[in-house]
């Protein structure tokens, strides 16, 4: 210690750990808050891109400045009506809702699609089973059963600052199409996305990124 200095005053170890405790939660929530969010695959409406309760985890810098995608996985808080009861229900216990506020457990109560128009877009289904955005026709390699949109039957324009989302299990899935006559007419609303899917972390057999897709790669701007 130098000469004349003073001994520096230790916290007492319970204090300490306190200290260590609020951190770590304030850093939680920080990144759940900017950057990284952990959620699960409630149902099959993504086979085969997501199987259910795989936990995923949601990145957000990709839409700090807004720019969602076609093509992008994306998980969005409900537009109203999209869940059921059980679906919506809060986790069980008061620990448990408090370990999702902070991004320590993975948050339920949300849905997870994938974008196939952006504002402005005009959406139609179904050419020989196949989406047709801007007059491109796509072929969509991610979808579980092509044939499964034969019935489909729907005309869009997606306005400003919405998306036109479904599931890659077309028939296993309620996305979009199937909330054409609810009052929002299936479209969701851009503000309300979560996040990006980024990074699969359970099962431990099937961890990885989530792979992109350049499916949308030709079409052009309306």
């Known amino acids: 210690m130098p000469k004349g200095g003073r001994r520096r005053r230790q916290l007492p170890v319970w204090q300490e750990s306190i200290?260590?405790?609020?951190?770590?939660?304030?850093l939680a929530v920080v990144?759940?808050?900017?950057?990284?969010?952990?959620?699960?695959?409630?149902?099959?409406?993504?086979?085969p891109s997501m199987l259910v309760d795989d936990k995923i985890l949601v990145q957000k810098v990709s839409y700090w400045g807004g720019d969602v995608r076609r093509g992008d996985?994306?998980?969005?808080?409900?537009p109203g009506g999209w869940?059921?009861?059980?679906?919506?229900?809060p986790a069980g216990n008061v620990l448990q809702r408090g370990l999702e506020k902070v991004g320590l457990l993975p948050s339920g109560g949300h849905l997870i699609k994938r974008v196939v128009g952006v504002g402005g877009d005009h959406v139609t289904c179904c050419t020989d089973s196949r989406l047709t955005v801007n007059g491109r026709t796509i072929q969509e390699p991610y979808v579980l059963?092509?044939?499964a949109t034969k019935d489909t039957r729907f005309d869009v324009v997606v306005p400003k600052g919405s998306l036109w989302v479904m599931g890659d299990n077309r028939g296993n899935s309620l996305a979009s199409p199937q909330h054409i006559t609810d009052p929002g007419r299936g479209f969701i609303r851009e503000s309300s996305v979560?996040?990006?899917?980024?990074?699969?972390?359970?099962?431990?057999k099937r961890a990885g990124f989530v792979d992109g897709t350049d499916a949308f790669a030709d079409v052009k701007k309306p």
């Not at 990144?31 to 086979?47: D, L, N, R």
């Open 19 to 26: 200290l260590l405790v609020v951190v770590a939660v304030l």
């Open 31 to 47: 990144v759940k808050t900017f950057f990284v969010q952990a959620f699960y695959i409630p149902s099959g409406s993504m086979e």
């Open 73 to 78: 996985i994306v998980v969005f808080d409900d």
């Open 83 to 89: 869940l059921g009861p059980e679906d919506s229900q």
């Open 145 to 147: 059963d092509p044939t």
């Open 194 to 204: 979560v996040g990006k899917a980024w990074l699969r972390v359970w099962p431990l």
